[in-house]
T-cell receptor, first 115, second 113 residues
């Protein structure tokens, strides 16, 4: 079974530039999550989708971050404009269903460096 | 908000030794999970616990859901070099589903051959 696919693996940008990350969840998983993991910390949820609808985006900095999952499968996360403090690993995860299954499967992440 | 206090922050052990790490909170949780993260990879689920007092094993790993529902521990027996990594506890509160999953800050394990 293929895992959660993410790209790119690494991205280096200057502050105020824009960046986008892509995620393809495990086939059949209705729920998709984007997490931010700052060095030395555990993952922090940014946004959660159930199919193509948003379940929770309360911790997403909406002035600069946006995410979509238009067809209920793959998803993109965008930062515009980036700040230095956005340097982190952005992890995508998926699970069968948010209400009954907390078993998340994570991708390898995109490591973002903002200079 | 709900916080998970994970300890120790790091551990340095010899191959073959047993390891114990724990996670505590002042809040009650319905589910406890333990993940391992290798460098450059995403966390991988090791053990999931759904009932207070539950003790679950997965090979050399054993984890328990505390009776008070406010803590959990993970034990690794007879450690080997590939056990190296960062171990995260995570938990979901009584209200809400997986969108409420909270992670600890991790325990970094180093195993010397």
């Amino acid at each position: 079974e293929a895992g959660v696919a993410q790209s790119p693996r690494y991205k280096i940008i200057e502050k105020r530039q824009s960046v986008a990350f892509w995620c393809n969840p495990i086939s059949g998983h209705a729920t998709l999550y984007w997490y931010q993991q700052i060095l030395g910390q555990g993952p922090k949820l940014l946004i959660q989708f159930q199919n193509n609808g948003v379940v929770d985006d309360s911790q997403l900095p909406k002035d600069r971050f946006s995410a979509e999952r238009l067809k209920g499968v793959d998803s993109t996360l965008k930062i515009q404009p980036a700040k230095l403090e956005d340097s982190a690993v952005y992890l995508c995860a998926s699970s069968l269903d948010w209400a009954t299954n907390e078993k998340l499967f994570f991708g390898s992440g995109t490591q973002l460096s903002v200079l | 908000g709900q916080q998970l206090n994970q300890s120790p922050q790091s551990m340095f052990i010899q191959e073959g030794e047993d390891v114990s790490m724990n996670c505590t909170s002042s809040s009650i949780f319905n589910t406890w999970l333990w993940y391992k993260q290798d460098p450059g990879e995403g966390p991988v689920l090791l053990i999931a616990l759904y009932k207070a007092g539950e003790l679950t094993s997965n090979g050399r790993l054993t984890a328990q859901f505390g009776i008070t529902r406010k803590d959990s521990f993970l034990n690794i027996s007879a450690s080997i070099p590939s056990d190296v990594g960062i171990y995260f506890c995570a938990a979901t509160p009584p209200q809400g589903g997986s969108e409420k999953l909270v992670f600890g800050k991790g325990t970094k394990l180093t195993v010397n051959p």
